[in-house]
C-alpha cells in the first residue's frame, strides 16, 4: 500500500498549439529530470517534427542539449543561476548556447516560455480529472496516470477537430482474399 504522502512525477513533451501529451515517463518523486530529456524526445520524434524545444533548467546538461540539436530541434532550456562558459574540451555546443542566452535574453525566453504549456497542460488534466491518484498500489497509480493522459489526449483531439477543422481519416479495414 501507498502512502498518502507519496506521490509520482510525470515527464511529459507537449505540443504547443493542442497541447497533446505526444510522450510520457512516469517516476518516483526523487528521480531526477534530466534523464528522462532523451527518451521524451526520442518518442516524440517518432510521430511529430520538432523544431525547438523548451525545458525548465532540471533538464539542463550538456549532453541533453546536444540530443535535442541531433533531433534538429533548437533547444531553449532554462540555464541554473551558476551556469557559466567553460573552457573545458568539448564544450562548444553549451558555450555557444550559452552565449545566445546572455546575449539575447529577452529572445530566449520569448521561446522558453512555451514550456509554460506544460503547465497548462498538467492544469488541464487536472481539472477534469482530479489531481489525485485514487488508486493504492504503485502500479494502479501508474496506470490511473497513464489513462488521465490517454482520456486528455482523446479529449484534445476531439476540441482540435473542430477549432481547427481537420478531417480524421480512419484506416479501412483491409477485405480478406
Known amino acids: 500500500m501507498i502512502d498518502k504522502k507519496d506521490w509520482l512525477k510525470l515527464h511529459i513533451c507537449t505540443g504547443v498549439k493542442t497541447n497533446i501529451i505526444s510522450a510520457v515517463e512516469i517516476t518516483e518523486r526523487y528521480e531526477h529530470d534530466t534523464n528522462y530529456f532523451e527518451p521524451l524526445v526520442e518518442a516524440t520524434t ?3 517534427e520538432m523544431s525547438e524545444i523548451s525545458a525548465d533548467k532540471g533538464y539542463l546538461s550538456k549532453s541533453n542539449l546536444q540530443f ?9 532550456i532554462a540555464w541554473k543561476s551558476n551556469s557559466k562558459v567553460t573552457e573545458k574540451e568539448g564544450n562548444a555546443l553549451w558555450n555557444k548556447l550559452y552565449h545566445f542566452y546572455a546575449l539575447n535574453q529577452e529572445k530566449f525566453l ?6 509554460s504549456n506544460v503547465e497548462t497542460t498538467f492544469a488541464m488534466i487536472k481539472a477534469k480529472f482530479g489531481g489525485a491518484l485514487r488508486s493504492k498500489t504503485r502500479t494502479a497509480q501508474i496506470n490511473e496516470a497513464l489513462c488521465k493522459i490517454l482520456a486528455h ?25
Not at 540539436?69 to 533548437?74: G, I, L, M, Q, S
Not at 520569448?110 to 514550456?115: A, G, L, N, S, T
Not at 476540441?159 to 480512419?170: A, G, V
Open 153 to 177: 489526449n482523446i479529449c484534445v483531439l476531439i476540441q482540435s477537430m473542430y477549432e481547427l477543422e481537420i478531417k480524421p481519416e480512419f484506416w479501412r479495414e483491409v477485405q480478406s482474399a
Open 46 to 48: 517518432q510521430n511529430f
Open 68 to 76: 535535442a540539436v541531433d533531433k534538429n530541434a533548437y533547444p531553449f
Open 110 to 115: 520569448e521561446h522558453y516560455h512555451k514550456r
